[in-house]
T-cell receptor, first 114, second 114 residues
Framework: AQSVTQLGSHVSVSEGALVLLRCNYS??????LFWYVQYPNQGLQLLLK??????LVKGINGFEAEFKKSETSFHLTKPSAHMSDAAEYFC????????????FGSGTRLQVQP | GAGVSQSPSNKVTEKGKDVELRCDPI?????LYWYRQSLGQGLEFLIY????????KSGLPSDRFSAERTGGSVSTLTIQRTQQEDSAVYLC????????????FGPGTRLTVT
């Protein structure tokens, strides 16, 4: 079984400040991990993914995340927040083989204050 | 190119009526997923189609829910005898053959059962 926990349903940062969104996972097999962003009334857009290899992965819009197996974490960061980053962010996990349906966390709504 | 499209974008129906939701995946994508996004349950997997294989229906919440995929392309999710708890956004995603873990989401259909 797999599960994802996102700490903090709402995070507020100032424009230009560091963004840190937390994600911890549980998986009985090596996980594949994802971050998706959802803007109001839109579908989900893939920000970045970890499958194998380098544990620090870079995505679109300046976001990156680091897979830490010992901590079962996959936190999302961005050095400097922009107003356009305001959205809801979902961490998700799936297995490498077999059914690849995503198991999502409950989401974190990011607010960026001017 | 064109992304995943879903129709209708919004659907309001009376309790007890049947509804059909449509998903047009990206051309050439072999796998197709349906998810449901609701306030109480977050993002949940519903059903998965992969090529000509039998669909994985393990996420369907009740036998009122069914889905089909015709010709390996368009998919229809049908909800019979709708209930108020079926109110949610229904999201469709498809994945390319070469990147089976990269799911591309449509904008969703917002279903409201009155």
């Amino acid at each position: 079984a797999q599960s994802v926990t996102q700490l903090g349903s709402h995070v507020s940062v100032s424009e230009g400040a560091l963004v840190l969104l937390r994600c911890n996972y549980s998986s009985s097999v090596p996980p594949y991990l994802f971050w998706y962003v959802q803007y109001p009334n839109q579908g989900l857009q893939l920000l970045l993914k970890y499958t194998t290899g380098a544990t620090l992965v870079k995505g679109i819009n300046g976001f990156e995340a680091e897979f830490k197996k010992s901590e079962t974490s996959f936190h999302l960061t961005k050095p400097s927040a922009h107003m356009s980053d305001a959205a809801e962010y979902f961490c998700a996990v799936t297995r490498p083989t077999g059914r690849r349906a995503l198991t999502f966390g409950s989401g974190t709504r990011l607010q960026v204050q001017p | 190119g064109a992304g995943v499209s879903q129709s209708p974008s919004n659907k309001v129906t009376e309790k007890g009526k049947d509804v059909e939701l449509r998903c047009d995946p990206i051309s050439g994508h072999t796998a197709l997923y349906w998810y449901r996004q609701s306030l109480g349950q977050g993002l949940e997997f519903l059903i998965y189609f992969q090529g000509n294989s039998a669909p994985d229906k393990s996420g369907l919440p009740s036998d009122r829910f069914s889905a089909e995929r015709t010709g390996g392309s368009v998919s229809t999710l049908t909800i019979q005898r709708t209930q108020q708890e079926d109110s949610a956004v229904y999201l469709c995603a498809s994945t390319p053959t070469g990147e089976p873990h990269e799911q591309y989401f449509g904008p969703g259909t917002r279903l409201t059962v009155t």
